[in-house]
C-alpha cells in the first residue's frame, strides 16, 4: 500500500471551545489511484489533506507513505518528505506574484534532480505563449494550470489537491480536472484530491466521503469517467 | 458614532510593537537629544548676547607699541568717537603646566567678569582664573600655583566675558583652553608681575553703538585710521571679527542649524520607512480596506485610521523626548558647550524653537509623506482593493531575465526588483548612517594623523619671532623674516596669512627663490584650490595696500596658511633694508637672547593646538555619533528587510509547502536584503568619505586655516565592518522570522 493512515484524530481549541476535526480516520490509498475526499465544510477533508501534507500535525494516529511514517520525522525530515515526494494544489493557486509563470513552474522544477521538462510541461497546459507574463495578467484558470505545472513538474509521488476548482467557473474546473485526470494516466502520480463537489467522485478510483470527522463511506468506483465527461 | 475602527488601533499596535516600540526609543532619543541641545544652545545664546550689556564688552581692542600718554587718549578718544578703557596684559609662560596664561588687573568698567565659584581677587597674590583652564590643570579655588617668580592663589573660577572661547590670537583657526588661558588679579596684583611680556592693549567702546556688523566695519575702518596716524599700532581687532569674544556665538547657532538638518532629514527617512511599512499594510489588508469603503467609509476615514499610529507614535516620542530634552539632555549638551567655551552662567528658559523644531516640524515631515502615500494608495476603487490589485499599472508586464541565469538568481533579483522603494530606501538609510559613523569613527584618527603631519612637517624644531634684531651664537640658527597680510576669496572667510622670507639655501626650507612667484603652503593651496602659475591678491590687515603673487610651487606645510619666498625679496616687498630680519629658524633652543627681545616662541604645541583642542570639543560628541550611526544602520535596515519578509509571508510559506529548505528560502528573501546591504555599504562609503570632504571644505570656508580631511582606509574598512556586523544580528533575527513564517499561512483567507 502506497498510503496508509491509521487511527488518525485533530482537535482544535482548548477547554469548551475544543472541537474534535478527525475522530480516527482509517485509510489506505494505492499508489496511482485517484481518491477524492468529498464532504460538507467542517467535515475535515482539508485538515486531513494537510496532515497528510505535512503541514499540519494530528493528534494522535499514523501516516505511512511508501514504508516511512510521517509522525517519525522531525522539522527537515518533513520538509525533505514534500521536496521528494509531494505536490500540492491549492483553491487559491498560491503563484508567487513576482515570478513569471515559467519562473513559478521553475521553483518546483528547482526541488527535482530530475524535473520534467519546463517547456514541454508549459505547451502541455497550454501556457507556453504566457509563460512571460506575471500571474496577475492571467486567468484563474490559467493561474491554477500553473500552480499545477509547479506541483508536477518535479513528478511527485503524490500530488494533493484542495478544492482546485473551487474558485473556478464550470468550463474552467472540468478543464483543470480533465489536466488532473491526464496528468495522474500519463505520470502515475496518486492524487487525493478534496472537494465538495460531488460529481468529481465519478472521475475517482477511490471515493472517500468525510462528514464530523468520521469516514462515512469509502468505496472505489466501479466505473471510472473521464473529467471532460463530468457533470453538474 | 465614535468610528469603530479606533477599537483596532490597541490590536495593531500589540502586533508590531517591537518595531513600533524600537522607533518610539528613536524618536525618543533623536527628538529628546535635539530638544536638549536646542533648548541649551538657545538658552546660552540668550545669555551670552545678554552678556554683551551685562558685562559691558568691548567694541574692539587695539596694543600700541608703548603705554599711550593720557593726551594721546584724550585724541584718540575725540578723534575715533570712542571712550577708551586700559586693559593691558601680562603673558607668561607657566612651566608646571607648560602653557601661556594671560593675567590682566581689575575690570570695572569694561569685558567684566562673572565669577562662577570663589570670589573675586582681592589681595595682591591673588587670582581668578578662567574655568577651563582651571578644569584642564586641576586648579582649584584655594590651590597656588607659580607665575614666574611669583606663587599666586586661585581665589575664584571665573569667565572673562570677552574670552568666551580661548584664542589667543584672533588669526588661530581654533582657540587651545589647554595651552592658552586668562586670570584676572587685582591692579596692584597686576603690577607685582614682571613688566618683560606686558601688552598695552586698550579696550574701546563707540559713544554711539554701530547698528550691525556692516556699521561697525565702517566704523573700525575708520578708528584704525585715526589710530594709525597718532599712534604705532601693534594689534587691532574690531568686536565683530574678535574670535575670543564671537566664535563661540556663532559656533552655537551654526551647531544648531546642523542638529536641526540632521533631525529632519533623519526623520525624512523614517517617514518614509512608515510609509513603506504603512503600503505594505494596506497590501496585506486590501480586502478588508475594500470592503469597508465598498460598505460606505470614506477614503478620509481609511487614511485617518493608517495615519493614527505613525503619527501618535512620533508626537509621543516628541513630547518623551521633549521631557528628556529639558531635564536631562539638556544639561548633557550643555555640559559640551561648557567643556569647550568660558561661557558665563545661564538659567534653562522655554523655547518655542525648540518645540517647533524639534516636534511640529518633524509632525509636519511625518504628515507629508505618509498622507501623500496613503493617498496615492487610497485613491483605487473599492472593487481594486476586494480583488487586491493595487498595482499602479494595470496588468503590468514582467520583464524578462535570461533563462540561462539559474532560478534562484532570477528569483533573487525579482524579489530585488519587487522591493526596489525599500531598497532605495534602505540605500539612503546606509548612506546617512555611513556618513554618521564614518565621521564619528575618522574624527580622532585624522587629527591624530595630522597632528604627526604637521609635526613632521615643521619648518624648525624652534622658531623665535623677535621684537627687535637681536644675534645669536645658537647652532643651526637661521635669520628669515616674517610678516602677515590678509587674503579675501569670494566665498571664504578673509583670513590672515603669514608670509615667510628665507635665506637662498635654507637648511629648514627648501624652495627656489630665484623665479618672479612665491611657493604658498600645502593647507593654502588645499584650502584654496590653487595651482602653479595662479594669481592671487593679498592686502594689508590694517591698511589697503594690496600685493599681487604669483604661485612658483608648493611647500608641504599643513598646519598653515602660509606663503614662502626668498628674504632679499620678502624685504624688497614690504620695503624693509637689505638684510632685515625679525625671525630665527633653529634645530637647537636659543638661550642667549634676552627674553625681552623674544616677541614670540612657536613651538610643534602650537602648531598643533588645533587638533588637539578640536578633539577635547568634539571626542565625546564623535563617540555619539557612533552609537547613534549604528542605531540607525540597524533600524532603517532591520524595518526595511522586515517588511519585504512579511510582504512575502504567504510565498514563503508556499516554498516551504513546496519543500524548500529555511536555509534555501533564506538565501532568497534574506540574502536579497544581504547583497543590497553589502552593496549599499560598499558604495556608500566613498559617498560618505566624498560628502564629509564635501562638509569640511565648506566649513572651512568661514574658518581661519584649514586642515585636509582625509580618512584612511582603515577607518573605511572599519565602518564596512560595523555594518556587516550589525547587520549579521539583523539577518539573524530575518532568519528567525522567516523560520517562523507558518506553513499554514497559505491556507489563511488573504486577510
Known amino acids: 500500500m502506497f498510503l496508509e493512515i491509521s487511527a488518525i484524530k485533530k482537535s482544535f481549541g482548548e477547554g469548551e471551545n475544543r472541537t474534535e476535526v478527525l475522530k480516527g480516520i482509517d485509510l489506505s490509498v494505492e499508489k496511482g489511484e485517484i481518491c477524492v475526499l468529498l464532504g460538507p465544510s467542517g467535515s475535515g477533508k482539508s485538515t486531513l489533506l494537510n496532515i497528510i501534507g505535512g503541514i499540519d500535525s494530528a493528534d494522535s494516529g499514523s501516516i505511512t507513505i511508501s514504508g516511512d511514517k510521517l509522525e517519525d520525522m522531525n522539522e527537515k525530515a518533513l520538509t525533505n518528505y514534500r521536496r521528494k515526494h509531494l505536490g500540492y494544489v491549492f483553491q487559491q493557486y498560491n503563484l508567487i506574484p513576482n515570478l513569471n509563470i515559467k519562473e513559478n513552474v521553475e521553483v518546483g522544477a528547482y526541488l527535482s534532480s530530475s524535473p520534467l521538462d519546463t517547456d514541454e510541461l508549459l505547451k502541455t497546459l497550454g501556457l507556453y505563449e504566457h509563460r512571460h507574463k506575471l500571474p496577475n495578467q492571467l486567468s484563474g484558470g490559467q493561474q491554477q494550470r500553473t500552480a499545477i505545472g509547479r506541483a508536477i513538474i518535479k513528478n511527485p509521488d503524490l500530488l494533493l489537491c484542495d478544492e482546485p476548482t473551487g474558485a473556478l467557473d464550470y468550463k474552467t474546473s472540468k478543464e483543470i480536472l480533465s489536466l488532473i485526470g491526464e496528468i495522474n494516466s500519463k505520470y502515475g502520480n496518486t492524487v487525493i484530491m478534496v472537494t465538495h463537489n460531488d460529481a468529481i467522485k465519478n472521475m475517482a478510483d477511490r471515493v472517500v466521503k468525510l462528514r464530523d470527522g468520521v469516514i462515512r463511506k469509502n468505496y472505489l468506483n466501479e466505473v471510472k469517467i473521464s473529467a471532460s465527461e463530468l457533470d453538474w | ?751
Open chain 2, 1 to 751: 458614532m465614535r468610528d469603530p475602527l479606533i477599537k483596532r488601533l490597541p490590536r495593531e499596535l500589540r502586533e508590531e510593537l517591537g518595531k513600533y516600540l524600537v522607533i518610539f526609543l528613536f524618536f525618543v532619543m533623536l527628538i529628546g537629544s535635539v530638544s536638549g541641545f536646542i533648548v541649551a544652545d538657545s538658552s546660552m545664546i540668550d545669555a551670552y548676547e545678554e552678556g554683551f550689556e551685562k558685562y559691558n564688552i568691548e567694541d574692539g581692542n587695539f596694543e600700541l607699541a608703548s603705554e599711550a600718554d593720557s593726551d594721546l587718549i584724550s585724541v584718540l578718544e575725540e578723534k575715533g568717537g570712542i571712550k577708551l578703557y586700559r586693559n593691558y596684559y601680562k603673558e607668561e609662560y607657566t612651566s608646571p603646566f607648560d602653557s601661556k596664561l594671560r593675567v590682566f588687573g581689575a575690570r570695572n568698567e569694561v569685558d567684566k567678569v562673572c565669577i562662577m565659584e570663589g570670589s573675586e581677587p582681592a589681595a595682591s597674590d591673588e587670582i581668578a582664573l578662567d574655568r577651563l583652564y582651571a578644569r584642564n590643570h586641576k586648579l582649584e579655588v584655594g590651590g597656588t600655583f607659580r607665575l614666574e617668580e611669583k606663587e599666586l592663589k586661585v581665589c575664584g573660577i571665573a569667565a572673562l566675558s570677552d574670552y568666551s572661547a580661548l584664542y589667543e590670537k584672533t588669526s588661530d583657526m581654533i582657540f587651545d583652553n589647554d595651552k592658552f588661558g586668562v586670570g584676572v588679579m587685582t591692579d596692584e596684583g597686576f603690577a607685582s608681575v614682571r613688566d618683560d611680556h606686558i601688552h598695552y592693549s586698550y579696550s574701546w567702546i563707540y559713544n554711539e553703538k554701530p547698528a550691525d556688523d556692516i556699521e561697525a566695519k565702517d566704523k573700525s575702518e575708520e578708528l584704525v585710521k585715526v589710530l594709525s596716524e597718532n599712534a604705532v599700532l601693534v594689534n587691532y581687532i574690531p568686536e565683530y571679527i574678535n574670535q575670543a569674544i564671537v566664535f563661540a556665538g556663532n559656533d552655537m547657532g551654526n551647531d544648531k542649524v546642523s542638529f536641526t538638518a540632521f533631525l529632519y532629514i533623519t526623520v525624512a527617512v523614517l517617514a518614509f520607512i512608515f510609509a513603506i511599512t504603512t503600503e505594505s499594510t494596506i497590501q496585506k489588508e486590501s480586502g478588508i480596506i475594500g470592503t469597508l469603503r465598498a460598505t460606505g467609509y470614506t477614503r478620509g476615514e481609511i487614511i485617518r485610521h493608517y495615519m493614527i499610529l505613525p503619527m501618535t507614535v512620533l508626537l509621543v516620542g516628541a513630547v518623551v523626548g521633549n521631557i528628556l530634552g529639558y531635564t536631562l539632555l539638556e544639561k548633557y549638551m550643555a555640559s559640551m558647550y561648557y567643556d569647550s567655551y568660558s561661557l558665563p552662567t545661564y538659567t534653562v528658559r522655554f523655547s518655542a524653537e525648540a518645540l517647533i523644531k524639534t516636534t511640529l516640524v518633524p509632525f509636519a515631515i511625518m504628515f507629508a509623506v505618509n498622507l501623500a502615500a496613503l493617498v496615492r494608495k487610497i485613491r483605487l476603487s473599492p472593487l481594486r482593493f476586494i480583488r487586491h490589485d493595487l498595482s499602479r499599472k494595470q496588468r503590468r508586464k514582467a520583464f524578462r531575465l535570461n533563462t540561462r541565469i539559474g532560478i534562484m538568481i532570477r528569483f533573487r533579483l525579482r524579489i530585488i526588483f519587487q522591493n526596489i522603494p525599500n531598497y532605495i530606501t534602505v540605500f539612503i538609510g546606509i548612506f546617512l548612517a555611513d556618513a554618521i559613523l564614518f565621521f564619528g569613527l575618522s574624527f580622532e584618527p585624522m587629527l591624530d594623523s595630522f597632528r604627526e603631519s604637521i609635526i613632521d612637517n615643521q619648518i624648525a624644531e624652534n622658531i623665535y619671532i623677535l621684537k627687535a634684531p637681536a644675534e645669536t651664537s645658537a647652532p643651526g640658527a637661521e635669520k628669515a623674516a616674517t610678516d602677515s597680510l590678509e587674503i579675501s576669496f569670494d566665498g571664504f572667510k578673509a583670513e590672515d596669512v603669514s608670509i615667510y622670507g628665507i635665506t637662498d639655501g635654507s637648511r629648514y626650507v627648501s624652495i627656489d627663490s630665484t623665479g618672479d612667484g612665491v611657493y604658498i603652503s600645502s593647507a593654502f593651496r588645499d584650502k584654496y584650490s590653487l595651482d602653479k602659475g595662479d594669481s592671487f591678491t593679498m592686502k594689508e590687515k590694517f591698511g589697503s595696500k594690496e600685493y599681487e603673487f604669483k604661485v612658483a610651487g608648493f611647500y608641504e606645510y599643513p598646519s598653515t596658511i602660509a606663503v614662502f619666498t626668498g628674504l632679499d625679496r620678502f624685504n624688497e616687498l614690504f620695503g624693509y633694508e637689505s638684510g632685515h630680519y625679525n625671525m630665527y629658524l633653529s634645530s637647537s633652543e636659543i638661550t642667549d637672547i634676552d627674553d625681552k627681545l623674544i616677541a614670540t616662541r612657536i613651538t610643534s604645541d602650537d602648531l598643533t593646538k588645533t587638533s588637539r583642542q578640536l578633539v577635547r570639543s568634539l571626542g565625546d560628541i564623535t563617540k555619539i555619533f557612533v552609537g547613534f550611526g549604528v542605531v540607525m544602520f540597524v533600524l532603517v535596515i532591520y524595518l526595511l528587510s522586515k517588511i519585504i519578509v512579511e510582504k512575502n509571508a504567504r510565498s514563503i510559506s508556499m516554498v516551504k509547502i513546496l519543500g524548500y529548505t529555511n536555509s534555501e528560502i533564506n538565501s532568497l528573501y534574506v540574502h536579497t536584503t544581504t547583497i543590497v546591504t553589502a552593496l549599499s555599504l560598499v558604495l556608500t562609503i566613498p559617498l560618505a568619505d566624498r560628502l564629509i570632504a564635501l562638509i569640511f571644505k565648506i566649513v572651512f570656508k568661514n574658518y581661519s586655516g584649514y586642515f585636509p580631511y582625509k580618512a584612511s582606509p582603515v577607518i573605511m574598512l572599519e565602518t564596512f565592518i560595523i555594518g556587516a556586523v550589525s547587520y549579521a544580528l539583523i539577518a539573524l533575527l530575518l532568519n528567525r522570522r522567516v523560520k517562523a513564517t507558518p506553513l499554514a499561512e497559505v491556507l489563511k483567507n488573504v486577510e
